[in-house]
Structure formats: C-alpha cells, structure tokens
C-alpha cells in the first residue's frame, strides 16, 4: 500500500521558518517526480513546488518567490519543503504529491496527481 506521510505542520509567526517533511512508503519514489501542494482556507488546492527524481530539476509556483527549497533524500524516500520568512498567506493545508507523470515537475492540476498525502497543517498568525 502507497502512502505518502507529511510532518512539521504548525503554528508559527510572520516570518519564521518551517520545514515540512513527506515520508513515502510502500514503493521506491526515486525515480518519480515528487511535490507539494497547498490549499489555503476556502481556496482551491494550488502547487507549490515539484522536484525531480534525481532532484537536479525543481520547479516553484512564482508566488513563492525563493522563500521556500524543496529537496528530497531518496535513501529515506522523503521530501522536504523548508519555509522561510513565512507570510499569513501561507496558510494552509500542505500536502506531499506524487504526479502521474515521472518526467515532469511541470505539474498543471490536481488532475496529474496519482498519489497525495493527509496533509499538514501550517498556520502563520500573529
């Protein structure tokens, strides 16, 4: 059975750091595009960031603006999303991904997702 497990959720303030980790289980994710997504509350579930199997190839969402890193460990089969300078409007519930497609980290919807986690919650808030 696949299952992709988030941690690191939280409450923090404007502008501290968090870091977000997805552990795979049930399969060798290697070889697949892995990512995050993220659904503030009463919006739709947006993409945030996807890095490649070998992790030389990473796309972000341009909202993110080089406060978050993805990265991956494929010895521990988990990815990673360190945030930093965290704004309000990161709020939100993240969930770890894994695309339909393994050559990709040009992810276009949710539709192109095969596998999401339970999701984390990240709460900025003064």
């Known amino acids: 059975q696949v299952q992709l497990v988030e941690s690191g959720g939280g409450l923090v303030q404007p502008g501290d750091s968090l870091r977000l980790s997805c552990a795979g289980s049930g399969r060798d994710f290697s070889g697949d595009v892995m990512g995050w997504f993220r659904q503030p509350p009463g919006k739709e579930r947006q993409f945030v960031a996807a890095i490649s199997g070998s992790g030389t190839t990473i796309r972000y969402d341009r909202s993110i603006k080089s406060r978050f890193t993805i990265s991956r460990d494929n010895a521990r089969n988990t990815v990673y999303l360190q945030m930093n300078g965290l704004k309000t409007e990161d709020t939100a519930v993240y969930y770890c991904?894994?695309?339909?497609?393994?050559?990709?980290?040009?992810?276009?919807?949710?539709?192109?997702?095969?596998?999401w986690g339970e999701g984390t919650l990240v709460t900025v808030s003064s």
């Open positions: 991904v894994v695309p339909s497609s393994s050559t990709s980290v040009i992810i276009e919807s949710t539709d192109a997702i095969k596998y």
